[in-house]
T-cell receptor
């Protein structure tokens, strides 16, 4: 069966510090990978998605970047955090083959980031 | 421009009664719709989905209805249970090779014992 891991679970960082959040998927190959953010009182905002190693698409301009160094590894980074980067970050994967065809996505447990 | 809208931020229902969560969309290219349930500090979990070629899909206590002409879908939970209390997200997909989902802002459902 497939599992998705995210770490750390919680993180408190000062403004201006760097960030690295990691996500790994087990039990599947060639997944589509996604990073979302849920800010307080807001919905799920898609930040980045990747359809393969080294292929990253950005949905919104921001202070963050993403990388996919391996097939089942997705990393969210920042060189200098802003207060507005605080939120709940979620990694998700979906099957490349699209079963079901609408692309059901499976989410990780999330990382709560607080920037002070 | 918000393409998937959940206009009710919260809903309170008595245990045993029906919960109806609504979702509207604006993009006519969407052809697949999903509902996710989310507890605090956890990732969303998939509940039920519906293809645009159908108008109803049922799974146990959960039924999703799709009205394409109105660009509206709804999730019915019958009977509602206290464990159903969570935030429910509506999501839509236009297909394609990358399968991006567009999410609504969610509705907080509270089921009172």
């Amino acid at each position: 069966s497939q599992t998705i891991h995210q770490w750390p679970a919680t993180l408190v960082q000062p403004v201006g510090s760097p960030l690295s959040l990691e996500c790994t998927v087990e039990g599947t190959s060639n997944p589509n990978l996604y990073w979302y953010r849920q800010a307080a009182g807001r919905g799920l905002q898609l930040l980045f998605y990747s359809v393969g190693i080294g292929q990253i698409s950005s949905e919104v301009p921001q202070n963050l970047s993403a990388s996919r160094p391996q097939d089942r590894q997705f990393i969210l980074s920042s060189k200098k955090l802003l207060l507005s980067d605080s939120g709940f970050y979620l990694c998700a994967w979906s099957s490349r083959g699209g079963i079901p065809p609408g692309g059901e996505q499976f989410f990780g447990p999330g990382t709560r980031l607080t920037v002070l | 421009d918000q393409q998937v809208k959940q206009n009710s931020p919260s809903l309170s229902v008595q245990e045993g009664r029906i919960s109806i969560l609504n979702c509207d969309y604006t993009n006519s290219m969407f052809d697949y719709f999903l509902w996710y349930k989310k507890y605090p500090a956890e990732g969303p979990t998939f509940l039920i989905s519906i293809s645009s070629i159908k108008d109803k899909n049922e799974d146990g206590r959960f039924t999703v209805f799709l009205n394409k002409s109105a660009k509206h879908l709804s999730l019915h939970i019958v009977p509602s249970q206290p464990g159903d209390s969570a935030v429910y997200f509506c999501a839509a997909s236009g297909g394609g090779s990358n399968y991006k989902l567009t999410f609504g802002k969610g509705t907080l459902l509270t089921v009172n014992p």
